[in-house]
Structure formats: C-alpha cells, structure tokens
C-alpha cells in the first residue's frame, strides 16, 4: 500500500512540474514559438538537395538547412538541429518563409523577419533567428551559380 501511494505521489508531483514548466514558457515565449518549436514543419535531411549547409551558432547549436530548387525558386526547404525550442522554431518558421521565393529573395531574408513571425523571442533568444537565417543563406550559396539563371 505505501509502495502505491508513493507512485501516486509521484506521479502528481510530474504532474505538477510540467504544468509549472508549461506555464512558464508562456510567460517566456509567444503561442507561435511554441507551436513551431513542438510542432516543427520541414524539420529532416533532405537526400539529392541542390543546396546545404552545416551553420554553428554562438551558443554551439547547430543548423543544417537543405533546399531543392527549380529554376531559381526555392521548391522545398528542410532542417535539422541539436538546438534547443527557439532554435528548432527558427529552423521551422525560416524554412516556411524560404519555400516558394526565388533564391534572390530568400537571400535576402533577415532575422528580424523570422523574430516578427515568431511573434517576437526573447532577447537571449535572438541568436537562433540569426542561426537559421545564416544557415539558410549559405545553403542558397551553396547552390552555385547554375541555379540562379532562370526563372526568377
């Protein structure tokens, strides 16, 4: 009897920890951050990319981004991370921008874009914006020159 009611102990005090857990990244970050970072959309390697690239942030995480094009528009954008929550949002959000758009404007994405669709990150936090995006734009570099003539 003491043996189960040590386990129902514990398992209320798990309860307890993640509701506090939950409840203080709401207060940290935004629902768009949250549902990017437990939910992320492209997140794997992709085999056969035109372009990749292995980008190390200032925190030691790490961001691959791979892209497939036709022409010179990006047709699909994938990434993978050992970095934390914001980090994979980052990954998330940068590849949903970067589908769609020609090699040049994606090029010319900014990390304070992704922070804007993110709903904003904190401050501590704003290196992960910068990661993806640098990741991004060397995947892009990486895809030579064949790939931007064309279409734009």
């Known amino acids: 009897m003491a043996e189960q ?13 993640q509701a506090e857990i939950l409840r203080r990244e709401q207060e940290i970050f935004s629902a768009r951050v949250l549902a990017e970072a437990r939910d992320p959309q492209n997140l794997g390697a992709m085999l056969e990319a035109d372009g990749y690239a292995l980008a190390f942030g200032s925190c030691g995480d790490t961001m691959e981004i791979f892209v497939r094009v ?12 050992d970095g934390c929550g914001p980090t994979v949002a980052c990954g998330s959000m940068v590849t949903q921008m970067a589908a ?19 709903d904003g990150l904190p401050a501590e936090h704003i290196h992960c914006a910068t990661l993806a995006v640098n990741a991004l734009h060397q995947a892009i570099s990486d895809c030579g020159p064949n790939q931007t003539e064309g279409t734009a």
């Not at 036709?70 to 991370?81: L, N």
Request: proline share 0%; aromatic share 6%.
């Open 5 to 17: 009611r040590e386990t129902i102990d514990f398992a209320r005090w798990v309860e307890l920890v």
């Open 70 to 81: 036709d022409g010179a528009r990006i047709e699909k954008a994938t990434f993978m991370t």
């Open 100 to 118: 769609g758009k020609t090699l040049e404007e994606a090029a010319a994405l900014e990390a304070a874009e992704v922070i804007i669709a993110l």
